[in-house]
């Protein structure tokens, strides 16, 4: 093999044209890939805007070493909020009205750390029908029974 490319002349016309055309191809093949790629991507990809006064939720999972917001571990709350949304800083930053005790993080959020938040009236308990004792504590009465199971055990069922 040596001798038969020392024979042969290394730096060519030819070889220099060859390698062009290997590089071209290279490139191609690649931007196809990248293309694909960014097809697939593009699928799950939505673009969310939200206006000024919208209330939104906040994500705080990634913030579980630095601030912990009630409970520990996987029980602890994935959005806190919802907070109003006071000014669009650009296509993708929100500044949000968030309360004193949030004071030591930015207010300015990503778009991809919030979640717009729905009114449901459905959720929301009176606080009227709730009488509160003096230490605190209130008592819950039984409206309906919704389902009813049966256990067999051996001797006696339950």
């Known amino acids: ?9 290394v730096l060519g016309p030819e070889l220099v044209a060859d390698t062009e055309d290997k590089v071209k191809v290279i490139r191609n093949r690649l931007k196809e890939a990248v293309d694909r790629q960014k097809s697939y991507a593009d699928l799950k990809r939505k673009d969310i805007e939200y206006a000024v006064g ?3 939720f ?3 999972s990634p913030w579980k070493k630095i601030l912990r917001f009630g409970k520990k571990g996987k029980l602890s709350p994935r959005f806190i909020g919802p907070y109003r949304i006071l000014k669009r800083i650009g296509p993708m930053a929100y500044q949000l009205e ?10 300015v959020f990503h778009v991809s750390m919030l979640r717009r938040y729905r009114f449901d009236p459905t959720r929301i308990m009176l606080v009227v029908g709730i009488e509160v004792l003096s230490d605190l504590t209130f008592e819950e009465e039984l409206v309906q029974i919704l389902d009813r199971d049966v256990n067999v055990l051996r001797r006696k069922s339950v």
Request: glycine residues 4%; hydrophobic residues 40%.
């Open 1 to 9: 093999m040596w001798p038969k490319l020392g024979e042969r002349q």
């Open 54 to 56: 919208d209330m939104v």
């Open 58 to 60: 906040l994500k705080v």
């Open 98 to 107: 968030l309360p004193p005790e949030l004071d030591r993080i930015h207010d």
